[in-house]
């Protein structure tokens, strides 16, 4: 069976493929439309697999509220460029609705039941493409909001107040955009664990011996660096970004005697696009040096 140009773009265009695997297609499958595109989803398959050993450092965090239920995903690709493609944020939104709707269990679950659309974007985009991880929080309240960029989401987990009270809506947006900015890493002083602050006090002994501080005064100003640490690493002490003159818990407490209401923060969440991932680092005048030495 012979095909035309028309079929070579009507291939391209059902499956996103390259016009010379669209031709290759065809021509194997004597020009079988459906028989070429299980061709190239073969084919994708395949070429898939080989890109997994990539580093997918780029990408994008999608953000998704649905009542009372908040997703947070990262999907990763290999380049800036790919990620600011509508395939591409399409896609992660489209996986983020998926976790709203279908709840799955944990990230191989969803990995396991996205793995042929994972396999289809990556024949048509050409990079690796990872869901990587994401969050699902459901609240007996209110959930809050912020993404910045694609490369930043935030949830936070809001009891006790009315989703279409506006000074709560302005709450939430205001503390999910200083959980973006301010990076604190406990809800309360009371959830710092033991583990964390030995790690730091290990810190703070290892910079003040470096700044030569006399030893008889490090365990002293270690001692005041850690009752100062609720302050620096806990949401509900941290000054708030908007308004250093006030606290995150004491904005609350403020909100909460506008609306007539006891609000309470139960928790938050925060994904940073990338974070952990280690880049591969390229030397252009290495890489030129070798082209040119002919190594």
């Known amino acids: 069976m012979s095909f035309s140009a028309s079929d070579v773009k009507k291939l391209r265009e059902s499956t996103g493929a390259g016009m010379m695997a ?33 580093v997918a450092a780029e990408g994008a965090v999608a953000t998704m509220v649905e009542g009372n239920t908040g997703v947070l995903v990262e999907v990763n690709c290999e380049t800036d460029f790919v990620s600011k493609g509508d395939n591409f944020k399409g896609f992660a939104n489209e996986i983020a609705n998926y976790i709203l709707k279908e709840r799955p269990s944990d990230i191989a679950a969803l990995k396991a039941s996205k793995e042929t659309e994972v396999n289809e974007l990556t024949l048509k985009i050409g990079e690796k493409i990872d869901i990587r991880r994401f969050v699902l929080t459901t609240s007996n309240g209110v959930i809050g909001s912020y993404n910045h960029g694609g490369r930043i989401g935030v949830l936070v987990n809001l009891e006790g107040g009315d989703a279409s009270n506006d000074k709560v809506q302005e709450l939430l947006k205001d503390v999910a955009m200083h959980v973006a900015a301010a ?43 850690l009752k100062k640490l609720a302050s620096e690493v806990c949401l509900l002490e941290q000054k708030f970004v908007k308004d250093p003159d006030t606290t995150i818990g004491k904005l609350i407490e403020s909100v909460s005697k506008e609306v007539g209401s006891d609000l309470k923060l139960v928790g938050f969440d925060k994904l940073i696009l990338g974070e952990g991932i280690e880049k591969k680092e390229d030397n252009l005048a290495e890489e030129v040096a070798k082209l040119t030495s002919g190594n």
């Not at 031709?23 to 194997?28: I, Q, R, W």
């Not at 406990?186 to 501080?213: H, P, R, T």
């Open 183 to 225: 990076s604190p890493k406990f809800l309360a002083g009371s959830d710092i664990d033991e583990d964390f602050k030995k790690k730091e006090s290990e810190i703070y002994v290892a910079q003040l011996k470096e700044e030569g501080k006399p030893e008889k005064m490090i365990e002293k100003i270690v001692e005041g660096k």
């Open 22 to 54: 669209c031709k290759k297609a065809l021509t194997e499958t004597s020009g079988d439309m459906e028989a070429a595109i299980d061709f190239l989803r073969t084919k994708g398959l395949a070429a898939a697999q080989k890109k997994q050993s990539r």
